[in-house]
């Protein structure tokens, strides 16, 4: 009894369906006004903005060490990693629950968004108020309590940064990355400034807060003119 066979035409036939699904899954998946384009190019801006800063960072990061020296960049760093601190326990959880309910229901939007960046500022002027207060019963008279209050000052304005939520609820990172390398770069130039001139450390507090701010509003900026 002879083996059954399938004909050499169904054979081809069924070659090229399967050629073609895929073919229209890779199409499906790079279209950029597909679902798996927008994550595609979503990710694509995020990883770019990733070895941006890194490779700007440290080069700036590298001079500003070495003029500063191990003790007033000590400071620096110290003033800056205690602001941050404070702030990301002032916001922990929110940015996940925000997305989700942009995600599930963009027609909220305006309070969502709403509800989410005042939340923000608001607990960014009180961590404001708390770390002047606190530094000013430990750390007055010191280097870093100067810095402190310069860094805490931006953190309400930094609080506008929760726009970005908006734009990783809907893949639009690109608005996002704008914004912070955009905050990253005038930054970074002034602190080449501040080097060539010679400022002392409060200037480079300045100079942090002055990105911290910018980056904030540029998100409002974007923001504004994305869905204006």
């Known amino acids: 009894m002879e083996a059954s066979s399938v004909p050499p035409r169904r054979w081809t036939t069924r070659a090229r ?8 899954e890779v199409r499906a998946r790079t279209d950029p006004k597909s679902l798996g384009g927008q994550v595609v190019l979503n990710s694509g801006w995020l990883i770019g903005e990733r070895l941006l800063r890194m490779v700007l960072a440290f080069i700036v990061t590298i001079w500003v060490i070495r003029y500063l ?35 599930e229901d963009p027609e909220r939007e305006p309070e ?6 005042g939340a923000r500022v608001l607990g960014a002027v009180v961590s404001a108020v708390l770390i002047i207060g606190i530094g000013w019963f430990v750390a007055a008279g010191s280097k870093s309590f100067p810095v402190l209050v310069v860094l805490s000052l931006s953190l309400p304005f930094s609080a506008l940064g929760s726009l970005d939520l908006a734009f990783q609820a809907y893949l639009q990172s690109q608005y996002a990355v704008a914004a912070r390398i ?28 002055v990105e911290l701010t910018g980056i904030g509003l540029a998100f409002a900026t974007m923001y504004a003119w994305k869905r204006g």
Do not use: K
């Open 182 to 209: 955009g905050g990253l770069a005038f930054a970074s130039v002034l602190r080449i400034v501040l080097l060539l001139l010679g400022a002392p450390l409060i200037a480079f507090a300045i100079a942090s807060a």
């Open 69 to 103: 020296g191990d003790e007033d960049y000590g400071v620096l760093a110290y003033a800056l990693s205690v602001t941050m601190l404070v702030d990301v326990v002032a916001t922990m959880g929110m940015r996940s629950v925000v997305v989700r309910e942009l995600v």
């Open 17 to 24: 369906r399967l050629a073609a699904r895929a073919h229209g």
């Open 112 to 117: 969502i968004l709403g509800s989410a960046v």
